[in-house]
């Protein structure tokens, strides 16, 4: 089946500081990717969808000069939290796919702890 | 736009028992529909999806969901539910037109007692 890998899985990185987080379809080409975050007992929040060679379309209310999210081949997407804070602290999670009906596919997430 | 709601936050069954998690959903068209599954501090698995055709789907684990377009529903079931199945559920709602965006419920947090 379908693999999406995401790393790291869990950083640890102190304020002011950037952090790039990977997403990787290993077999199969994702021609969208979706970075989701995720609180402590909620739901997921769709934070911007991502097309490989085009810019990402942010939701609203997501920073896209915080969150940058580059998409530059079919199999891997990044987030990079910028300037982190301790509020940018939460579960980010991905997901891939090669259009609706073949799926998605969801990485195992990353916590990002900011101190 | 689409939503998703998912009513029961929280559900407790004893292991054995049947299980029913509800879903509905508000979408003009008919949608594509999910659910996964989420164990904590992991990422999610697909138990099942709908896109067309026969409205009852089967998935892993057992587990199964019937697409009611009169009632916007698309429940999960499984007859028999094993303490591995505690974790949270969600269901989820895409579409084309929303250029394959998934939307979220809320989530059902299963607890399965001995």
């Known amino acids: 089946g379908a693999v999406v890998s995401q790393h790291p899985s869990w950083v640890i990185c102190k304020s002011g500081t950037s952090v790039k987080i990977e997403c990787r379809s290993l077999d199969f080409q994702a021609t969208t990717m979706f970075w989701y975050r995720q609180f402590p007992k909620q739901s997921l929040m769709l934070m911007a969808t991502s097309n490989e060679g085009s810019k990402a379309t942010y939701e609203q209310g997501v920073e896209k000069d915080k969150f940058l999210i580059n998409h530059a081949s079919l199999t891997l997407s990044t987030l990079t939290v910028t300037s982190a804070h301790p509020e940018d602290s939460s579960f980010y999670i991905c997901s891939a796919t090669a259009g609706a009906q073949s799926g998605y596919t969801f990485g195992s997430g990353t916590r990002l702890t900011v101190v | 736009a689409q939503s998703v709601t998912q009513p029961d936050i929280h559900i407790t069954v004893s292991e054995g028992a049947s299980l029913e998690l509800r879903c509905n959903y508000s979408?003009?068209?008919?949608?594509?529909l999910f659910w996964y599954v989420q164990s904590p501090g992991q990422g999610l698995q697909l138990l099942l999806k709908y896109f067309s055709g026969d409205t009852l789907v089967q998935g892993i684990k057992g587990f199964e969901a019937e697409f009611k377009r009169s009632q916007s529903s698309f429940n999960l079931r499984k007859p028999s539910v094993h303490w591995s199945d505690a974790a949270e559920y969600f269901c989820?709602?895409?579409?084309?037109?929303?250029?394959?965006?998934?939307?979220f419920g809320t989530g059902t947090r299963l607890a399965v007692r001995p």
């Open positions: 989820a709602v895409g579409a084309s037109s929303s250029g394959d965006k998934l939307t």
């Open positions: 979408y003009g068209a008919t949608p594509y």
